[in-house]
RNA sequence: UCCCGAGUAGCGCAGUGGUAGCGCAGGUGACUGUUAAUCACUUGGUCGGUGGUUCGAAUCCACUCUCGGGAGCCA
């Protein structure tokens, strides 16, 4: 379809630069909208994805399909235009091209297509996934979204991190991190049993020979993997069968995790820190109109509030300061405070959004709300954990100190009813050339959430799953 | 899973017992170097589903489905 011999393809966002004006182009992209002008020609504003921004077409009734084609080119429409750069009259954008040809791929018929020059309810285009990409919002999001992830990759490249690949199945049921999903090639209409009377089913006929699932983290495996060459990270897809029905919860979501030898929890604090303020800096550097578009349209504070952080110190606290804190509040929190007791999000909300406004790292859990494989303080009532808790997000990191003393670990797996058998290898770890290390986790989605100001997570992914839910 | 709330035209909504309305989108026409263009006219819905109360139900009751918000779980 596409001609072989041609100009090559210019990309919109370069369209609209002063610099282009003179040479002649061709774009390809999707109608936006279509402004008619009894003076004889057209305006086609197109957009391509290279930014949020349209580039400005004047097509002349003298086309010889002006008439024909271009009069019937609705939004959604996708074209090929090839013209003249030229500085634009108008308001709103420096250049515009004068269009000496305009080829239609493909029209979108406007009593059919989900996607009008009007107000859309983010509820109602989850309804047309495969579509919204093609909206403003979306196409923004999708962009900051690319960004964070090219940052993140950039910061631990940089720092000598090594990307490892965790296994996305898995057959340790590790953490007791949530429900997970069971990956099996059984016939469900036909279970094999271990025994003719028995109900139990026999996974030593299923695919892998044992019972497996899907990972809902790549936390030990990175381990194995940090206690050999010291900085590494993961990054991968992450999945929860919770039956989690809110704004920030997906049973499929993307987790980032580094894992580094040798460190504490400070040094686990100081990198956390510093890689929060680096994906912030760097959306607002590289994708400042399509932060402008979420200040004008989603939240008129993110801006401000990313600027703020880029400059700012995490306010760092240990758990039992942050209780004595609450308790001091004068607040009426609905779930009373007390030692021991895990924080509810109005807990949370209360320390970032209304006591410091600011990122908070809270530290030094008690152990029994915490998980087996932290280290215990020498107190003997707290383990090196921590939270980073930002403001409407609640949790953006969950991260802690490793128990590195054999002794230590098998006690706690086995006050978490766990057994230390089937947790050999993660063991094995302790057992040969142990050392202290660190390690957190950070939600993608969430990242994404926070830095747009999107209120809802299925809303930064492209096609989220959740719970009665998986389209697309 | 629990607690609220909502399901009425393609989309966003109003309508609390008497035979369905507005805005936007769509269509037609007018006008214009326009820019979420403007103006006029206009097409379009058995009011999520099932059952019930009633002379009569979008409106009241029961059940059910779907979606949203909050909570819990966590990233």
Not at 337 to 359: A, M, N
Request: hydrophobic fraction near 40%; charged fraction near 25%; glycine fraction near 8%.
């Amino acid at each position: 379809m596409l001609e072989t011999k041609k100009l090559p393809r210019m990309k919109v966002v370069d369209a609209r630069r002063q610099e282009s004006i003179g040479k002649t182009v061709r774009i390809c992209g999707w109608v936006r909208t279509r402004r008619d002008s009894k003076g004889g020609f057209s305006f086609l504003e197109i957009n391509d994805g290279s930014t949020i921004k349209n580039i400005q077409v004047l097509a002349d009734s003298a086309l010889p399909n002006y008439a024909s084609e271009i009069l019937t080119l609705g939004i959604g429409g996708s074209v090929e235009v090839v013209g003249d750069i030229v500085p634009s009259p108008g308001a709103g954008q420096a250049t515009e091209i004068k269009a000496a040809t305009v080829r239609i791929f493909g029209t979108a018929d406007a009593t059919q297509y989900p996607l009008q020059k009007k107000g859309t309810s983010f509820e109602f285009l989850r309804s047309i996934a495969h579509l919204r990409p093609r909206t403003n919002t979306f196409g923004a999001v999708a962009r900051v979204r690319n960004e964070i992830c090219r940052s993140i990759h950039h910061f631990y490249q940089s720092r000598g991190f090594l990307y490892v690949h965790t296994p996305i199945i898995t057959a340790s049921d590790c953490e007791g991190a949530g429900e997970m999903f069971r990956v099996t090639t059984l016939d469900l209409m036909n279970l094999p049993r271990k025994d003719e009377t028995g109900s139990a089913i026999d996974f030593e006929k299923d695919f892998f020979g044992k019972a497996t699932n899907l990972t809902v983290s790549g936390q030990l495996e990175g381990e194995c993997f940090a206690t050999a060459l010291t900085d590494i990270y993961t990054f991968g897809p992450t999945f929860r069968a919770e039956n989690s029905n809110t704004t920030r919860h997906l049973a499929e979501f993307w987790m980032i995790e580094p894992e580094m030898a040798f460190c504490d929890l400070e040094g686990n604090m100081d990198i956390a820190e510093e890689f929060l303020k680096t994906l912030f800096s760097d959306v607002l550097n590289n994708c400042s109109q399509d932060m402008e578009f979420f200040a004008e349209r989603i939240d008129s504070t993110v801006i401000e509030t990313l600027s703020a952080i880029v400059k700012s110190k995490f306010v760092r606290l240990s758990y039992t300061e942050a209780i004595k804190i609450l308790e001091s509040s004068g607040e009426r929190f609905e779930f009373p405070v007390s030692w021991g007791i895990d924080l509810q999000s109005e807990h949370e909300r209360y320390l970032t959004e209304k006591k410091f406004k600011c990122p908070v790292i809270l530290t030094d859990y008690p152990a029994d709300i915490k998980a087996f494989y932290m280290r215990l303080s020498d107190d003997g009532r707290t383990v090196r954990a921590m939270d980073v808790l930002v403001p409407k997000i609640g949790e953006i990191i969950g991260g802690s100190q490793r128990e590195e003393r054999l002794d230590i670990l098998e006690s706690r797996m086995k006050a978490q009813q766990l057994n230390p058998a089937d947790y050999w290898w993660y063991l094995d770890l302790r057992r040969y050339g142990t050392v202290p290390h660190a390690g957190f986790g950070l939600g993608l989605e969430r990242t994404v959430q926070f830095v747009t100001g999107m209120g809802n997570i299925r809303d930064v992914i492209p096609f989220p799953r959740t719970p009665g839910s998986a389209d697309f």
